[in-house]
C-alpha cells in the first residue's frame, strides 16, 4: 500500500492560483496512472486530472486549460497547477494511485475559492 500525502491547499480569491502536491512513497512509475479528485459539499468525488506511465494526460471539461498535471520522477511527486480558480473548485482534493485493480488514496486537501 502507497502511502500518498497531498499539501499546497488553502483559500485563494477568484482568479487567483494554487499549487498541490501529491507526495508518494514509493516510484509513481510503479502505477498505471496517477491522478487527482475532488469532492465538493454535497457532490460526488470528481476526477480532475490523471497522468499515466506514459505521460498521457486528461482532464475534466470543466479545468481544461486551467489546470495542469505533471510529475517528477526523482522525488516521486505528482503536481496539480491550478490558475484562473472560481469559487465553484472549492473542494477537497484527493490524490490516487491506480494499478489493474489496486487504488490508494491520500487524505485530502482543501481548496477553498472565495471572495
Known amino acids: 500500500q502507497v502511502d500518498l500525502v497531498e499539501s499546497g491547499g488553502g483559500s485563494v480569491q477568484p482568479g487567483g492560483s494554487l499549487r498541490l502536491s501529491c507526495a508518494a512513497s514509493?516510484?509513481?512509475?510503479?502505477?498505471?496512472?496517477m491522478a487527482w479528485s475532488r469532492q465538493a459539499p454535497g457532490k460526488q468525488r470528481e476526477l480532475v486530472a490523471s497522468?499515466?506511465?506514459?505521460?498521457?494526460?486528461t482532464y475534466t471539461d470543466s479545468v481544461k486549460g486551467r489546470f495542469t498535471i505533471s510529475r517528477d520522477a526523482a522525488t516521486n511527486t505528482v503536481y496539480l497547477q491550478m490558475d484562473s480558480l472560481k469559487p465553484e473548485d472549492t473542494a477537497i482534493y484527493y490524490c490516487?494511485?491506480?494499478?489493474?485493480?489496486?487504488?490508494?488514496w491520500g487524505q485530502g486537501t482543501q481548496v477553498t475559492v472565495s471572495s
Open positions: 490516487s494511485a491506480h494499478i489493474l485493480t489496486r487504488s490508494s
Open positions: 514509493e516510484n509513481i512509475f510503479n502505477f498505471n496512472y
Open positions: 497522468i499515466n506511465v506514459g505521460g498521457r494526460l
